[in-house]
């Protein structure tokens, strides 16, 4: 009995591993698309399609800046979520206000 416990308590544990490897790839490669985007020019040295009389070149960069919020969000999200490292801001480790930060 006590080894059908201790593999399947294995078994739970491999698979929080998979979900925290799989859930930090997700989110490091939400943190990466952007920049990635952004400094792959050729993918937008252009200047159609128009939109509202902008070249792509510009709105493309424009629309980026807010893609780019929305995936910091979704991985600071989920890594929050699969890493229990990741805290709050403005704490320490602890869970206590930085020095000098009124709580």
């Known amino acids: ?7 399947s308590t294995t078994v739970r544990e491999a698979g929080m591993a998979r979900f925290r490897k799989a859930g930090r790839v997700a989110a ?12 792959w020019v050729p993918l ?11 070249p792509f070149f ?4 424009f629309v980026w800046i807010f893609l780019s919020v929305v995936l910091m969000a979704v991985s600071h ?3 929050k979520r699969v890493d229990p490292e990741v805290r709050a801001s403005g704490t320490h480790p602890g869970g206590h206000p930085h020095p000098g930060e009124h709580a």
Do not use: C, D, E, H
Request: proline share 5%; charged share 10%; hydrophobic share 55%.
């Open 1 to 7: 009995m006590r080894n059908i416990q201790a593999s």
């Open 28 to 39: 490091y490669t939400g943190l990466a698309l952007p920049l990635v985007a952004i400094l």
């Open 44 to 54: 937008y040295a252009r200047t159609t399609p128009r939109l509202a009389g902008l």
């Open 58 to 61: 510009y709105w493309f960069q």
């Open 77 to 79: 999200l989920l890594l």
